[in-house]
């Protein structure tokens, strides 16, 4: 259906089929001010075949533009996007007719780039779907426009959390994070509670590339055995009171039938193997939340290569294959090194954390080969202690929004915090969905699991249909995204 030069990082992720055909390149000229990648559609009868181009990634080559915010339609993304001058010119070695179709806006709202079209329906991004994609992903977005002086203040004022929360009156911290909040609400990108410029662009890349198909294009969705959406129950043991008060939170869900993963600190407090032992046997998950709690395991590659061993150690004795970071504490390049099956230390959205910003997914994604789960509910600490809500309604509502969009709803809650308003909370979040037949209620692990067997699985011609090819070909379902509309439900 498919054939493109280099690989196209959005098949792979939504696993539509396509060959990688390098020779493609042939006649992309050398002599452009920057080069093209070309997807084609392959079985066109007659005429020159439509294309999808965009500019291919050249780091540190000079005619390379500047990274920054932009808005298309309805979603903002983050992008190197060539801005006009050099387009036509190169436009025009790879089709006849071409003009600017839709326009992209730069942060003050003015016209900075344009999607453009040409007389046989080919259509050109001037920019990297790929790079959207990781600038969410790995929060790039976060560095991309701000001077480094901004980084490192806040590098600083980070740290110097850490340092002082230890030693501050549990008041006085909840009063800074509050007064804190004030300015973190102010902040516009990402949106809270819910941010879905990541998810509109996806759909509206599906209906572009079907448009260009004429046809509607086939990918595997993303969850197993017919569920729709996921729901995923997680908890982080901050303290000895903590792991006292697991019963808060577990009591609810052993009462409806829920399994969940608890993380804990190795070094921090006394972990009994006895506890490590009861949540195994009723099939729950024991992962990694950091070595002391102290916002340092992340802190630079020789703190992280100094504790890895030792986080590694206990990872191997609690037979944990999950990673969630004290404070959301997270640096893109070095998750992977820790030496988990998954992470799971990012937010869709939150601009309430010590380290606030937000991956945007609400869907599970890969760093290297490291699996990330995105927490994808407001925390339990930023609802009722931060925000001071009274009930669930701001955890349903998202939840139920989730659900329709067939994404997942990772929830983070600590039975440290869970005396108060919380553990009702949570029963009532726990309720809602108990007995709702789309969902598939799973552990992380399981999660993690189920996406990299969905991601070495593909689809394949089969008569006039399809097939799943793989590991996931028993679980997995294929769906269809059309030129019109891309339908998240089937
Ligand atoms: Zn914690």
Not at 321 to 343: C, H, I, K, N
Not at 407 to 424: E, F, Q
Request: charged share 25%.
């Amino acid at each position: 259906m498919f054939e493109s030069c280099h690989p196209f990082a959005f098949f792979d992720y939504f696993r539509v089929p396509y060959a990688v055909r390098p020779e493609l390149t042939a006649g992309h000229g050398e002599r452009l001010p920057f080069s093209v990648h070309e997807l084609r559609i392959a079985d066109q009868s007659g005429g020159r075949p439509r294309s999808l181009l965009w500019p291919g990634t050249q780091a540190g080559s000079p005619a390379r533009p500047a990274i920054g915010r932009y808005r298309l339609r309805d979603f903002t993304f983050f992008a190197h996007v060539a801005l006009g001058g050099t387009v036509p010119d190169t436009l025009s070695q790879f089709g006849r007719g071409w003009s600017p179709a839709e326009q992209i806006l730069g942060e003050e709202g003015q016209p900075q780039a344009a999607i453009w079209r040409d007389d046989d329906g080919s259509v050109f991004l001037p920019f990297d779907p790929g790079e959207v994609m990781l600038q969410f992903w790995s929060e790039g977005y976060e560095r991309s426009g701000r001077s480094p002086v901004t980084l490192s203040g806040r590098d600083a004022l980070l740290r110097g959390y850490y340092l002082v929360r230890p030693v501050l009156p549990r008041p006085v911290q909840l009063r800074l994070r509050r007064a804190y909040t004030r300015v973190q609400g102010r902040s516009s990108f990402p949106s809270w509670p819910v941010e879905d410029s990541l998810h509109t662009f996806y759909a509206w890349l599906f209906g572009l590339v079907a448009g260009l198909a004429g046809q509607p294009v086939p990918f595997l969705d993303p969850w197993p055995d017919g569920r729709s959406w996921a729901l995923v129950l997680t908890h982080d043991v901050e303290t000895d009171a903590g792991c006292r008060d697991i019963d808060l939170l577990r009591g609810p869900e052993r009462e409806l039938g829920y399994r969940s993963s608890w993380n804990f600190v190795p070094l921090r407090y006394q972990v009994p193997d006895d506890t490590l032992h009861a949540l195994r046997q009723e099939g729950c998950e024991v992962g990694v939340h950091g070595l002391r709690h102290d916002g340092r395991d992340l802190g630079s590659r020789r703190l992280l290569a100094k504790r890895l061993p030792m986080i590694r150690e206990y990872a191997d004795r609690w037979q944990a294959v999950g990673f969630r970071s004290p404070a959301t504490q997270r640096q893109w390049e070095m998750m992977p090194r820790l030496g988990f099956e998954y992470d799971s230390s990012y937010t869709d959205t939150d601009p309430y954390e010590p380290q606030p910003g937000g991956c945007c997914s609400y869907l599970p994604y890969f760093n290297e080969s490291l699996v990330e789960l995105p927490i994808t509910l407001p925390q339990d600490h930023t609802v009722f202690s931060i925000l001071q809500h009274h009930d669930a309604d701001l955890w349903l509502r998202k939840a139920r929004l989730l659900r329709e969009r067939n994404a997942m709803v990772l929830v983070l809650t600590h039975p440290d915090y869970a005396r108060d308003r919380v553990a009702d909370a949570y029963r009532s979040l726990l309720e809602a969905f108990h007995g709702d037949s789309t969902v598939w209620h799973a552990l992380p692990m399981q999660v993690a699991a189920w996406w990299r067997e969905r991601a070495s699985s593909s689809l394949r011609r089969a008569g006039d249909g399809w097939q799943i090819e793989g590991p996931a070909s028993a679980r997995a379902r294929i769906r269809f995204a059309t030129a019109d509309e891309y339908h998240p439900v089937p």
